[in-house]
């Protein structure tokens, strides 16, 4: 089974400012796939980030970046120049294909304030 | 625009009856999913279903029931059965073939007990 732990319940940065959020987790698959998801107030589930475990290169889209560690079993999450649209929850999830479906875990997730 | 429409918004049980969250998805995904998302517990797995006419349980099931009888349409019935249903429910789907994508998830449906 996996697991997926996300130790930052709360974070708050200052607009414009630099942020992390961590994620680790755990497995025995070697072929997976990780993301990051961003939940807004209005409680929508939006697609943030990537990465295959194939691949060595962190992935990055614009302003958000990951440092993903496979020996570590990482997966932070960077947000650069934070935006006031960037205040949500935000859930790391790794996923396998399991006899045919995505069987994909959460994390609890991170609350994410930026403050004008 | 392809994407996944849930139904309603805002839903009260009253005490011994089920309701059913709707759940249409016009992407051509085979594969949908049913989350149930509580505070402080992330998203946990109720039911999927990756063909019509096919569903499997996941990892709370207990007090609920799916059919699949399009491929669209994923209705989730929220029995009396369960007895703590109070929650932020979410549906999404996925394609099955190929390399793996993203799970595309619909707006939810919050359940209240009245």
């Known amino acids: 089974a996996q697991t997926v732990t996300q130790s930052q319940p709360e974070m708050s940065v200052q607009e414009a400012e630099t942020v992390t959020l961590s994620c680790t987790y755990d497995t025995s698959e070697n072929n997976y796939y990780l993301f990051w998801y961003k939940q807004p107030p209005s409680r929508q589930m939006i697609l943030v980030i990537r990465q295959e475990a194939y691949k060595q290169q962190n992935a990055t889209e614009n302003r958000f970046s990951v440092n993903f560690q496979k020996a570590a079993k990482s997966f932070s999450l960077k947000i650069s120049d934070s935006q006031l649209g960037d205040t949500a929850m935000y859930f790391c999830?790794?996923?396998?294909?399991?006899?045919?479906?995505?069987?994909?875990?959460f994390g609890i997730g991170t609350k994410l304030q930026v403050i004008p | 625009d392809g994407g996944i429409t849930q139904s309603p918004k805002y839903l009260f049980r009253k005490e011994g009856q089920n309701v059913t969250l709707s759940c249409e998805q016009n992407?051509?995904?085979?594969?949908m999913y049913w989350y149930r998302q509580d505070p402080g517990q992330g998203l946990r797995l109720i039911y999927y279903?990756?063909?019509?006419?096919?569903?499997q349980k996941g990892d709370i099931a207990e007090g609920y029931s799916v059919s699949r009888e399009k491929k669209e349409s994923f209705p989730l019935t929220v029995t009396s059965a369960q007895k703590n249903p109070t929650a932020f429910y979410l549906c999404?789907?996925?394609?099955?073939?190929?390399?793996?994508?993203?799970?595309?998830f619909g707006d939810g449906t919050r359940l209240s007990i009245l």
């Open positions: 999830a790794f996923m396998v294909r399991a006899g045919g479906y995505q069987k994909v875990t």
């Open positions: 279903s990756q063909i019509v006419n096919d569903f």
């Open positions: 999404a789907s996925s394609i099955q073939q190929g390399e793996i994508q993203p799970q595309h």
């Open positions: 992407l051509n995904h085979d594969a």
